[in-house]
């Protein structure tokens, strides 16, 4: 019988994955797709998570793979409101790793390889049932797979949390979200991640490696992948006026609606939920797959203490610990999502608070340990 079966091989699966066979426990990933991820999706990692993976041997190769910048901004147009230095943080990360999330996935997947695991796919699980001392997965091609536990890291629509019977409260916002990798020419640099607030929206500029930039944005409606003319009228009515931001080229783009929500409890019995599979929130701040991959060490680490005998109380206080800081993590993303969306007649004193609050470092320096993670140390 497996110690684990971890079903998604996301970042998330896949970083709980590399925690427990690295420890030397048994463990089966399963996955409904036949490849892993072949589009950039989350793009960044933060300080905080790059401590966590660096004693699984996944840091240096993402390190090594993404763009490190070293500020994060918010404008209104040209007008810098907010500046967030991440240089002189405490951290050997200090900065924001710009990175696709099909690099970060393969570099997990490698890693998970080379200590020996693998994934299984394409295999869709249908259900779970507790057996004895563990549960019993079933599988769509009729097959079934024993393990103690079961870790649900697949997604919004996990079938693990179905199963469970645990309740996914909340909601979905009403505007899309439109995101792109681009080129760019014009008033873009590369030394910083830029939230731009505007009337019309927010818009997020970000540097990735080989001289892309990756657009995320709030819209009432878009086309399901979106072109070049329509991305340049966004940054057009959000992004930098003195000198304007040029789309040259479409690498890759896509709509999505964005829900808002947590589950009920993190823990039911022998199931364990990590990442999108337990909270989904806005994508301001870029936090979504930096909670996942906490989740994913804080729960393979627990889960490897508890099959070393330890009591299964430790996974109720995952539960309760990791459920409060995606509370914290989903008002944080909804405060920025809600401050770049402030109807005109509020935008100055909005403004003139953060340049205000701009002016004191220990609003900065809070700031940055907030939005590296590495507040939750």
């Known amino acids: ?29 399963i996955d409904n797709q036949a490849e892993g991820a072949n589009a ?24 090594a793979r993404g763009v490190h910048v070293p500020a994060f901004s918010i404008r209104d147009r040209d007008a810098t409101l907010l500046k967030v230095p991440f240089d002189d943080l405490p951290t050997a990360y200090p900065y924001t790793l710009m990175i696709s999330q099909a690099d970060t996935e393969a570099l997990l997947l490698r890693r998970l390889e080379q200590l020996g695991g693998r994934v299984l796919r394409p295999v869709t699980l249908t259900g779970v049932s507790r057996h004895h001392d563990g549960i019993v997965a079933v599988c769509a091609d009729g097959r079934e797979i024993g393990a ?22 909340g909601d979905t916002y009403t505007d899309a979200f439109v995101l792109a990798d681009v080129r760019l ?23 990735l490696p080989q001289g892309r930039h990756r657009i995320v944005a709030t819209v009432d409606d878009a086309p399901a992948e979106p072109d070049a003319a329509f991305v340049q009228r966004l940054l057009d ?31 039911s019995d022998r199931t364990i939920l990590a990442g999108d599979a337990a909270h989904v929130h806005s994508p301001a701040g870029g936090q979504g ?26 996974l109720d206080a995952y539960a309760a610990e990791r459920r409060r800081t995606a509370e914290s993590v989903i008002a944080l993303a909804g405060r920025l999502t809600d401050l770049a969306t402030l109807p005109p007649g509020r935008r100055r004193l909005r403004n003139a608070a953060l340049r205000i609050a701009g002016t004191v470092p220990a609003v900065r320096r809070t700031a940055a340990y907030r939005l590296s993670g590495l507040d939750r140390r």
């Open 1 to 29: 019988m497996n110690d684990v079966l971890i079903v998604g091989a996301g970042p998330v699966g896949l970083t709980a994955a590399i925690v427990l066979t690295q420890r030397g426990r048994r463990v089966q990933v």
């Open 237 to 267: 009515e959000r992004g930098p006026q003195a000198r304007p931001a040029v789309v040259e080229q479409i690498v890759w783009s896509s709509r999505f609606r964005v829900h808002h929500r947590i589950a009920e409890a993190f823990r």
């Open 148 to 169: 103690r536990y079961v870790l649900g890291a697949d997604g919004l629509h996990s079938t693990v949390r179905r199963c469970a019977g645990i309740d996914f409260a």
């Open 289 to 314: 797959m930096n909670l996942g991959i906490e989740d994913a060490v804080a729960a393979g680490e627990t889960l490897d203490r508890v099959l070393d005998g330890a009591p299964e109380s430790l």
């Open 185 to 207: 020419s014009g008033g873009i640099g590369a030394g910083e991640v830029i939230l731009y607030f505007s009337p019309a929206g927010l818009v997020v500029v970000a540097p």
């Open 40 to 63: 950039s999706r989350a793009a960044v990692v933060h300080a905080r998570t790059l401590e966590l993976l660096a004693p699984y041997g996944v840091s240096p190769d993402l390190v």
